[in-house]
Structures are given as C-alpha cells and as structure tokens.
T-cell receptor
Framework: GEDVEQSLFLSVREGDSSVINCTYT??????LYWYKQEPGAGLQLLTY?????DMKQDQRLTVLLNKKDKHLSLRIADTQTGDSAIYFCAESKADSSYKLIFGSGTRLLVRP | KAGVTQTPRYLIKTRGQQVTLSCSPISGHRSVSWYQQTPGQGLQFLFEYFSETQRNKGNFPGRFSGRQFSNSRSEMNVSTLELGDSALYLC???????????FGPGTRLTVL
C-alpha cells in the first residue's frame, strides 16, 4: 500500500532532544522529507535526505535513514518551545508519479 | 527569492457553488502540485502540472480540475462544492517534480 506511518504525539521538555519516527513503504523512494506545520500555516520544508544516504545533519536537525527497515527518524537537539508543531514525513516515489506520500503527522509538544 | 504564493488565503462558499484557487510557484520552478489537507484524510495528492501538462492526478472526482499557464502559475477549480470539500488546499512547486518540493501557505476553503 501507500501508507507512511508516524506516531501521533510526542511530548518533551525544553532543552531535551526529540526523536520523531516514520516508517515508509517504498524501498525505491528517491527523496524522504521532513516538513513542519504550525497552526494555520502551510508546510515548511525542514530537511530531506536522498535514499542513498544514511544520515544527514543540519544544525539542530539530524535525519537517520535505515533502508533495510524502511525507517526514517528526525532528531531535534535542544528542543525549544518554538519547535512545537506537527511534523510530517513524506516519501517521493521513484515511479515518476510526481507526488509525495505523507504520513499522518506527529504533534510535538515542548513543555517549558 | 520569493516563496510559493497562494491566493486567496481564505474562502467561504456555499454548497453547489464553484471556486478557483491560484498558486504562483517559486521563480524558475516549472512543476506545480496540489494537495488537499483534512483532519480525517490527512494530506492527499490532487494533481501535478509541468509545462502546462497534467502528468498525474490523484483519486478525486472530476469536480476537481486544474490547469497551468505558460508562466507556470497554476489554478485549481472545484465545481458543485460539497461540505466535504472544506479543507486546506496546498500547492507545492519544484524544478522538475522529482526534486525538492516547496509548499505555499495554503488556501483554507470552508463550504457551508
């Protein structure tokens, strides 16, 4: 099927690290994305990783990709209250369908 | 560089009416995709255009249509609106449709 799965909710304390997990379906996916959505806003591209990479680091964000298990994770270091939002992972399929398949989103709540 | 822009940001319509939403991609991007976001169904792909050609369409009824102009701007139209069409409509642009996709702020459509 086309299901990308994410846990629904994560709560962390300010200053801690957050890890958001995602399981995707297509082992031939080319790009895997993380988007952030704040209330009433569109999707902000946070980071992405090519399917031939294992890890990508971008300031406070670290993306890990396990192709064998089709598992993607986003680690946010030193989580701040401004990081509270919904985080979506998405896969870009290699079948040239020109569409992204999204997970249902993980709501991150950062407690002061 | 200006981001993806969508107009209008908010719309209220009544059942049976039709609506047209507009999306202007990032300068130089030729691919525009449209997604519908609802609490129940999440983010679902509507269609993708490249160089004025629709290359893929999601599983939506024929009431949903779109087009792309020679300057890559795109419009989507929904005819005979139903209550279930109430959603946030997001467009995304990219160079080719297979590379990094950037989203606009969305148009929130409410059907009464």
């Amino acid at each position: 099927g086309e299901d990308v799965e994410q846990s629904l909710f994560l709560s962390v304390r300010e200053g801690d690290s957050s890890v958001i997990n995602c399981t995707y379906t297509d082992s031939s996916s080319t790009y895997l994305y993380w988007y952030k959505q704040e209330p009433g806003a569109g999707l902000q591209l946070l980071t992405y990783i090519f399917s031939n990479m294992d890890m990508k680091q971008d300031q406070r964000l670290t993306v890990l990709l396990n192709k064998k298990d089709k598992h993607l994770s986003l680690r946010i270091a030193d989580t701040q209250t401004g990081d509270s939002a919904i985080y979506f992972c998405a896969e870009s399929k290699a079948d040239s369908s020109y569409k992204l398949i999204f997970g249902s989103g993980t709501r991150l709540l950062v407690r002061p | 560089k200006a981001g993806v822009t969508q107009t209008p940001r908010y719309l209220i319509k009544t059942r049976g009416q039709q609506v047209t939403l507009s999306c202007s991609p990032i300068s130089g991007h030729r691919s525009v995709s449209w997604y519908q976001q609802t609490p129940g169904q999440g983010l679902q792909f509507l269609f993708e255009y490249f160089s004025e050609t629709q290359r893929n369409k999601g599983n939506f009824p024929g009431r949903f249509s779109g087009r792309q102009f020679s300057n890559s701007r795109s419009e989507m139209n929904v005819s005979t609106l139903e209550l279930g069409d109430s959603a946030l409509y997001l467009c995304a642009s990219s160079f080719s449709g297979l590379d990094t996709q950037y989203f606009g702020p969305g148009t929130r459509l409410t059907v009464l």
